[in-house]
């Protein structure tokens, strides 16, 4: 009879656990979505930016994402999980406050590669914690991350580009 009551106990807490991981991911692809498609390409154009610039502005982030995965991944090893998602949620709430003060196309490309650490470091953490939550079914686990993680990224440019009608 106490067996099953620590079982339901343990998949208690490991179900808020994954629920809240999974929560955080979406709400911060949202919101990092919904700046970036449709308002980030405007912003760099009002700056003065060209094209080309522009492209690489966007893609910035996405450059030191895939640059620097790996580090912050072997670092969560070392330091732990959870201290190195705090530290990725502190690169993705920070960053926004710094876009109001931009002047110049070269400061928001600056920014950009700044606010890419966001990803590099919270995804293959937040991946790795969430797989790490369960002893069996981790892919089911990572697909269940992923698919938040992808609802995000659609969600929030979709969120984003809504104005208000004039």
Known sequence: MRLPAQIHRL????FSAFAAIVLA???SRVGYQMAR???????AADLGAVPELIGVIVAASTVTGVLFKRPPGALSDVLGRKR???????????PPFFYPLIQDPW?????RFVHGFATAIFSPVASAYAAGLAATGWGAQLGWFSSANNAGATAGPL????????
């Open 11 to 14: 998949q208690a807490v490991f």
């Open 25 to 27: 991911s979406l709400l």
């Open 37 to 43: 498609s449709p308002v980030l390409p405007a912003f």
């Open 84 to 94: 190195m998602m705090v530290l990725g949620a502190l690169f993705f709430a920070a």
């Open 107 to 111: 400061s928001l490309l600056a920014l």
């Open 159 to 166: 969120l984003g580009s809504f104005r208000k009608a004039a």
